[in-house]
């Protein structure tokens, strides 16, 4: 798979699997061969209406069949997939249009009117194209759910734009199909971090094919890989969700059942329904399964892999799960930058249940000092530094960034995590704490700096750091310590809130706000957020 493009992989698995269902969505199949033909009229309908190989082109839609078409259509013409959170605002989504360069975006109706105010602000997406959720469903099933209001919708008030049909009704035309370099970059995924702005993560054919194909084959002891149905529970704009989904529909040959947003009597339903076989669910969404009245309604059985990651899961909300279905939680540790997992548990056998697992065969990994980047002595706590070949190499765009998250250490090149975990003598990972830049919450990676900056952006604030406070059923809950101006006065924390609210996406708003005469510094004049984590965890 080293010397092909992953549109290749995919003709591939087209070719061996051709009647078989690849997709499920809302009770609607599409067979691998079907996802092909509807791709390549949509990839010629991008292509007419002007994107070239290295383009890129937004995609700011929730999880649907026009999201996978769209990315397979993309590759199809050697274009550049920019997938965005479709629950960002204006602002995060304006910032990442400016910083990508893409000048063409897929955006759903209910977000038209954040596409229209960046544009007015000046970004150049000189093309829209606008879909429905709804819009791949048949007729009948479009005219039950609008008429029971489950549907939304969004108005469209601009003359300018193109619609999904006008895309899908495009005759495919195979002189439009680009033979991408496996070196090519084919994915920008944008992820939070330490910097006020979410850094571009550019992916190559090849760095993108060997990870996936990694992570899926931890499972393939207990399940071939072609006989796989994974109930998708992850967002189709982070990694994790494209590991199982894009991998199993490209690479493997496997059932995805994908579903809009995550609700938790359809997961079961479609357990139950599609006898599938495995279950991706950030730490959060396991405790709410355990929690929800109705589980015990439906059928599981089938469930022989169920895996977890984004945060650490609580042993207490593994040893109820393994109790109840008799299937343990598989965990693992991975970063955007490292294309996902950089370790996982193993299927079968016994392991420390608080372990996050050995490193994956394609990776390596160092434990240091994070003053010194010397190696910590094993069973020693150090920030983890990663390294495979190929890997991810920089930052688009982002030069500092990149020359201090990415460094050559004994000739090779090693992505700084910011996370701290130490090994035992038997290879096994344990994670410790992260960065204090970075808050996780519901399986979120949160940048600290981002939510400071845009607190220190109201007239009354002088100083501000944000912190993670732990929480079990989100893993961290956001708070932020606020130094008003002195000759301030009335301003609450109520305001402050709602002036996030307004410029950051929903996961990033603070849910406390604590006023302070001072915030605690180091000699050096640097805000000491970790000092605050501290107290809070004391509290």
């Known amino acids: 798979m080293r010397n092909e493009c992953i549109y290749e992989a995919f003709l591939r698995t087209v070719a061996k699997y051709t009647s078989k269902v690849a997709l499920v969505y809302l009770g609607d199949k599409y067979s ?24 890129r082109v937004m995609l700011y839609i929730p999880n649907s069949p026009q999201w996978i078409l769209a990315w397979l259509g993309l590759q199809y013409i050697g274009a550049v997939a920019v997938p965005v959170s479709p629950i960002y ?39 829209v194209i606008v879909t429905n959720i709804a819009d791949m469903l048949p007729w009948w099933k479009r005219y039950i759910g609008f008429a029971f209001d489950k549907i939304p919708d969004g108005k469209v008030d601009a003359n300018d734009i193109y619609t999904w049909d006008k895309l899908l009704r495009t005759e495919a035309d195979p002189s439009c199909m680009v033979t991408s370099k496996p070196d090519d970059i084919m994915q920008i995924l944008y992820t939070g971090g330490t910097t006020k702005f979410p850094k571009g993560v550019p992916f190559t054919h090849t760095v993108f094919i060997d990870g996936l194909m990694a992570q899926l084959k931890v499972s393939e002891p ?3 890989l072609d006989q796989n149905r994974i109930v998708q529970g992850a967002p189709l704009f982070h990694i994790q969700g494209e590991i199982f989904s894009l991998g199993p529909i490209c690479l493997t040959g496997s059932t995805v059942i994908l579903m809009p947003r995550v609700n938790l009597d359809a997961i079961f339903l479609y357990v139950k329904r599609y006898h599938a076989t495995t279950l991706f669910g ?11 009245d109705r589980i015990d309604y439906y059928d599981l059985s089938s469930l022989k892999y169920c895996f977890t990651g984004g945060d650490v899961i609580p042993t207490e909300v593994m040893r109820r799960w393994k109790q109840k279905f008799g299937v343990p939680i598989s965990q693992g540790y991975g970063t955007t930058e490292t294309v996902g997992g950089v370790t996982m548990v193993p299927v079968g056998g016994d392991w420390p249940e608080d372990s996050i697992g050995p490193v994956l065969s394609i990776k390596k990994v160092k434990i240091v000092d994070p003053d010194t980047l010397e190696e910590v002595p094993v069973g020693q706590p150090g920030e983890i530094l990663v390294h495979s070949d190929p890997m991810i190499d920089r930052y688009w765009n982002k030069e500092e960034e990149t020359r201090e998250c990415f460094v050559n250490i004994d000739g090779l090149l090693w992505y700084r995590t910011g996370d701290i975990v130490r090994a035992d003598d038997k290879g096994y990972l344990y994670f410790v704490d992260r960065t204090a830049d970075i808050i996780k919450h519901k399986g979120y990676r949160v940048s600290a700096s981002e939510i400071e900056a845009v607190l220190k952006d109201h007239s009354a604030v002088i100083a501000a750091i944000a912190v993670g406070v732990p929480d079990r059923r989100v893993g961290e809950r956001i708070k932020a310590f606020v130094v008003l101006k002195e000759d301030v006065e009335g301003v609450t924390g109520y305001e402050l809130i709602r002036w996030c609210k307004d410029r950051l996406t929903s996961y990033k708003v603070p849910e406390y706000i604590e006023f302070r005469d001072m915030l605690p510094k180091s000699k050096v004049g640097k805000y000491l957020r970790r000092e605050l984590r501290q107290q809070e965890r004391k509290n």
Do not use: Q, W
């Open 32 to 55: 691998f061969t079907k996802l092909k033909k509807l791709a390549e009229r949509v990839g010629t309908g991008f292509y007419k209406l002007g994107v070239r190989p290295g383009d």
């Open 89 to 127: 605002t204006a602002h995060d989504m304006g910032y990442i249009a400016r910083d990508s360069g893409a000048r063409v975006i897929l955006c759903s109706d209910t977000n038209f009117g954040y596409v229209k105010r960046v544009k007015a602000e000046g970004v150049p997406l000189d093309t």
């Open 222 to 224: 207990i399940i071939p």
């Open 282 to 292: 950030v730490p959060a969404l396991y405790r709410m399964f355990l929690d929800h």
